[in-house]
């Protein structure tokens, strides 16, 4: 067996374990955690449940980002990475970080607007761009994914 299959094995097992907690996370943790503190802090209360769906929603976009990677590794393993099909599972996890970042924008826009301290503003500012950093990186991998595609259809044309 080879690294690259070892390391398929293994990050497969770590995107189940993964997934098995975020689903815990999404379905116990998180409306639990804004219960609590709707009980604890009452003139917050307001926010439980638009707190609870875009928390929900977060964990959900990460979700389809792991399952997305599970069939990118699948092709992986069957040597048709720089296949198409490929560019499908890549769009996908594209399109999954932009809807969670115009999400994040505006948790950040509403926060920024309505805080009294620069803390909370200031790190999500901090999350805002690191998640713009890393859409789009995505971005540019993908068009690489395509020319790397387009480069092998050419060779087994020639071939």
Known sequence: ???????VALLRVLLVVLFGILVVFQTMSLPGQFRFMAQEEPDLAYLRWPAT??????????????????????????????SPASLAWVDAIVWAVAAAWVVLVGVFLYVGFNADDPGLPLLLFLVVVGVTVLGLLLVVLRALLRQATTLRADMEAVI
Request: include cysteine.
């Open 53 to 82: 769906a875009v928390s929900v929603f977060w964990v959900l976009c990460v979700q389809v980002v792991i399952v997305c990677t599970w069939k990118l590794l699948t092709l992986v393993r069957k040597d048709r990475i720089f």
């Open 1 to 7: 067996m080879t690294v690259a299959h070892r390391a």
